[in-house]
């Protein structure tokens, strides 16, 4: 059963954000160290009463600084064809503009259920304009404060009164996504690899809108690949517009157990190329490169390109890159081994024992320096989950741990156990009883 998908769109400063946030239950901006990693996020899975949906934030519409021009009306129309509910908000405060009515008119158009939430209702002004609002012409209107959470309960009952809470079919299946910027060649890449094998064996409607996923058959054995296509530029493009034609991708990196990073050799690594890499790391998905159109570099070899990779891709030095041509189906052969082989180190168990001593001889190997008088201890060590390998560290005090000392033992269990293609996540807890 398909994830149900919420839009929150209204003109600027109407509390769109602060809502966005208080529905995902945090502050939804990443800010980390870790290159690739996205620094805005407009799309994120939130959950309400055990109902899970995803959640989508975005820009403001306003026609009084711009021209109300195709950039602006598809940057709404896209968040509001991918929901299956839109919250349109408003602000109680200054009461019905201009430009609420503007978001009216596009909404007017479309068949999805509208919820007007008017904000800012602990303002006492907004009580005298709440009735303006029902000019608009939709059925429910809940009056909230994103702030003061107000309505806040009446509003999600509203939003997620036809969810179920029914869990998913799981499909054992290995699902993988081919993701990348535009015009990179997904779609071609999709089309080889279906023809390559000629063996679909169907096509089965996908939980995200617009999107059919291919059932292929490889070595006797069915994979689930997922299409990412998303909007096709049409002559200027528009840096929201990409923005949002993100969000298909993020919902096909949320189903798939391995993403596909598709690089456009001819022109090139573009830093767009690292962020869409750090949403499937972010994620924990199985990664691989792949460096299309290869057939059409002349002057680097796969060794210089490679190379290259490696210095741009520093916080992915452990998935696998291939190089191939999709239109030419040159070296197409090379992909799925590798698939294959990522498919299983991201569901790869390993031995407490073994893990345990690993550990071990990589603490005696590099013991970490003491720290105001104390120093770290490792008590005892196991894996905890998989897709992505998960271990959990049992130390005397997990403040002692340094970043540089955590990303040693990382290098210590790649160079011990076979997890190429996929992130790994190490934790530290203190040992029961110990909280110094």
């Known amino acids: 059963m398909a994830i149900p998908t919420v839009a929150l769109v209204g ?29 805005d996020r407009i799309y994120q899975e939130a959950k309400y009463n055990n109902k899970k949906f995803y959640l989508i934030d975005t820009g403001g519409i306003d026609a009084t600084k711009m021209t109300f021009n195709d950039e ?43 919820i007007v939430a008017i904000n800012k209702m602990d303002v006492k002004a907004s009580q005298d304009n709440i009735y303006d609002f029902y000019e608009l012409g939709f059925d429910d209107y809940i009056p909230i404060s994103s702030i003061h959470n107000t309505g806040y309960i009446e509003l999600m009952d509203a939003i997620t009164k036809d969810f179920h809470e029914k869990e998913e079919k799981v499909d054992e299946r290995v699902k993988f996504c081919l993701i990348g910027r535009p015009n ?14 000629r063996v679909v064996v169907s096509n089965i409607a996908g939980t995200t809108r617009d999107s059919i996923d291919s059932v292929l058959r490889y070595n006797n054995e069915e994979y689930v690949l997922i299409d990412t296509a998303g909007m096709r530029k049409k002559g200027k493009v528009f840096e929201a517009i990409e923005k949002y034609s993100l969000v298909r991708s993020l919902q096909a990196i949320d189903r798939s157990d391995i993403c596909l990073v598709v690089i456009n050799a001819e022109e090139g690594i573009m830093e767009h190329d690292k962020h869409i890499a750090g949403y499937a790391i972010e994620k924990g998905k199985g990664l691989i490169f792949v460096v299309n159109k290869w ?48 498919s299983e180190n991201i569901k790869r168990e390993v031995k407490t024992s073994v893990f345990n001593q690993v550990i071990m001889d990589a603490f005696q190997l590099n013991i970490p320096p003491s720290y105001k008088g104390k120093r770290l201890k490792v008590y005892f060590s196991s894996q905890t989950g998989t897709k992505p390998p998960k271990f959990t560290l049992r130390v005397n005090n997990k403040g002692l741990v340094h970043f540089s000392y955590e990303r ?26 110990d909280e110094d």
């Open 11 to 39: 003109r600027p400063n109407v509390g769109k954000s602060t809502l966005f946030n208080k529905i995902c239950g945090k502050k939804v901006s990443i800010i980390e160290d870790t290159p690739g990693v996205t620094r």
């Open 72 to 114: 602006i009306k598809m940057q709404a129309e896209i968040a509001i064809k991918d929901a299956d509910i839109v919250v349109f908000v408003v602000d109680g405060k200054e009461g019905l503009t201009h430009n609420d009515l503007l978001v009216r008119d596009i909404l007017r158009k479309t068949d999805k259920k509208v």
């Open 184 to 197: 990179v060649g997904k779609s071609s890449l999709m089309n080889a690899l279906l023809n390559e094998e």
């Open 295 to 342: 057939d059409t570099v002349k002057d680097q070899t796969i060794q210089e390109f490679e190379k290259l990779m490696r210095e741009e891709f520093q916080f992915a030095t452990y998935a696998p890159i291939v190089f191939l041509s999709a239109l030419t189906k040159k070296r197409i052969h090379t992909l799925m081994p590798e698939v294959i082989k990522v």
């Open 408 to 433: 040693y033992l990382e290098n210590k269990i790649r160079e011990n156990f076979d997890f190429e293609g996929t992130p790994i996540i190490i934790q530290f807890k203190n040992r029961s009883g």
